[in-house]
Nanobody, 126 residues
Framework: QVQLVESGGGLVQAGGSLRLSCAASGRTLSDYAMGWFRQAPGKERESIAAISRSGTNTRYADSVKGRFTISRDDAKNTVYLQMNSLKPEDTAVYSC???????????????????WGQGTQVTVSS
């Protein structure tokens, strides 16, 4: 099973940017479709971005579309989430997840993922 470790979270002002990283170990990243999720206090976990194993297909939740970009670098076994134009409502714990899926499938359903990282806190101040 792949192990995932997120980094890059922190405190940022509204309108600012952050880039999260998800480093994978134990298995080859190209075996997995990858996703980013977030959970704010008192709210359900939200799927926000996904990228296929091929890297050619991406999907986003409406809440982040046009502001966030998911990408992957299989040579570095790392997936990224570039977050721009951040809003206070983006404040949450962000986690990455991996799932063995077909080559061009970018899943947004948490049930499609088998391995999860512990998460990194993102706080956006107004």
């Amino acid at each position: 099973q792949v192990q995932l470790v997120e980094s890059g979270g922190g405190l940022v002002q509204a309108g600012g940017s952050l880039r999260l990283s998800c480093a994978a170990s134990g298995r080859t990243l190209s075996d997995y479709a990858m996703g980013w999720f977030r959970q704010a206090p008192g709210k359900e976990r939200e799927s926000i971005a996904a990228i296929s194993r091929s890297g050619t297909n991406t999907r986003y939740a409406d809440s982040v579309k046009g502001r966030f970009t998911i990408s992957r670098d299989d040579a570095k076994n790392t997936v990224y989430l570039q977050m721009n134009s951040l809003k206070p409502e983006d404040t949450a714990v962000y986690s990455c997840a991996a799932g063995i899926r077909s080559w061009n499938y970018a899943p947004l359903d948490s049930a499609d993922f088998d391995s999860w990282g512990q998460g990194t806190q993102v706080t956006v101040s107004s």
